[in-house]
C-alpha cells in the first residue's frame, strides 16, 4: 500500500505542528494539509482527498463533529480520529464510526497506534473479506453425537463455563471444544467480539448499546451477543464490507 494521506485539523498551532512532527517520524504516512477551522477542514478534504483525517473536537464555528459529519459526504471511507482536551465526546465519535479517539496531551506511541488502527480499516475497506461459501459447514462433537452444522446456519458461538454452545435460530448446539479452536474453524464473516463471543456478522439486524458495552441481535433469536467496548470500532468497519 502506498503511503497514507493525512489531514491534521486543529485550531492550535502548536497542537498541529505537534502531530505534524510525530508523523514525520512514522514510515508510511504523508501530511498533505493542515486546517485551522472546520470550514477549512471541508475545503481541504475536497481538494486534498486525504486517506486519514486528524480533527480537535473544539474548534471554534463549526466544531469537530459537525465538520466530519460533512466532510463525509463528499469521502464517506475517509478515516477520522478525534483529538480533543476532554474525554465526553467519545460516545459521539462512536456514532460517527471513528478510527480512533486520542485525549490530549498526545502521546507519540497512542497516536501511531491510532494511525495503525486506520490503515487497518483502509486495508479492509479496499481489500473486502471472502463471503462466506453456503457448503462450508462446522463439525461440533458432543458426548453423544456429532453434528455438521452449515456455517450459514450459525449466529453466534458462546463460552459458557467450561461448555461451548453454537446457536442458530431455532438450536443450541453444547460442545467441550475450546472457543479458540471453534474460531480457527470459522470464515472471515464470523469475529470474536468479546472474550466469550464469537459473531457471524451478516446474521447482525442491530447492535445496541448497555453501558460500556454493545449487545448484538439476531433475526428470529431472542438471546443477544455481547461486543466489547474495543471491538466496537471493528465490527462497524467489518459489517460494512461483508456482502450481506
Not at 13 to 38: H, K, M, Q, W
Not at 126 to 151: F, G, Y
Not at 192 to 198: A, G, L, Q, V
Not at 205 to 230: D, R
Amino acid at each position: 500500500m502506498n503511503d497514507l494521506k493525512v489531514l491534521i485539523a486543529d485550531d492550535d498551532a502548536v497542537s498541529r505542528a505537534i502531530l505534524r512532527n510525530f508523523i514525520r517520524l512514522f514510515p508510511n504516512y504523508d501530511v498533505v494539509a493542515e486546517a485551522a477551522t472546520g470550514e477549512e477542514l471541508l475545503q481541504l478534504v475536497f481538494e486534498k482527498q486525504p486517506d486519514i483525517v486528524l480533527v480537535d473536537i473544539g474548534m471554534p464555528g463549526l466544531d469537530g463533529i459537525e465538520a466530519v459529519k460533512l466532510c463525509r459526504q463528499s469521502l464517506p471511507d475517509v478515516q477520522v480520529i478525534f483529538t480533543t482536551g476532554y474525554d465526553e465526546f467519545a460516545v459521539k465519535a462512536f456514532e460517527l464510526s471513528a478510527a480512533d479517539y486520542i485525549v490530549k496531551p498526545i502521546e507519540r506511541t497512542r497516536l501511531f497506534q491510532a494511525l495503525e488502527k486506520a490503515r487497518k480499516f483502509i486495508e479492509i475497506a479496499r481489500h473486502p473479506v471472502v463471503s462466506m461459501k453456503s457448503d462450508k459447514r462446522l463439525e461440533i462433537r458432543s458426548k453423544h453425537s456429532i453434528v455438521w452444522l452449515p456455517l450459514e446456519d450459525v449466529l453466534f458461538v458462546e463460552k459458557e463455563n467450561r461448555k461451548t454452545i453454537i446457536h442458530t435460530a431455532d438450536e443450541q448446539y453444547e460442545t467441550t471444544t475450546p472457543l479458540n479452536d471453534i474460531e480457527k474453524r470459522l470464515t472471515d464473516c464470523f469475529l470474536k467480539t468479546h472474550r466469550s463471543y464469537i459473531i457471524n456478522l451478516k446474521k447482525v439486524v442491530k447492535i445496541v448499546q448497555i453501558g460500556e458495552t454493545y449487545a448484538a441481535h439476531f433475526f428470529g433469536c431472542e438471546k443477544v451477543a455481547y461486543i466489547s467496548k474495543l471491538k466496537f470500532h471493528e465490527v462497524q468497519q467489518k459489517m460494512s464490507t461483508i456482502h450481506l
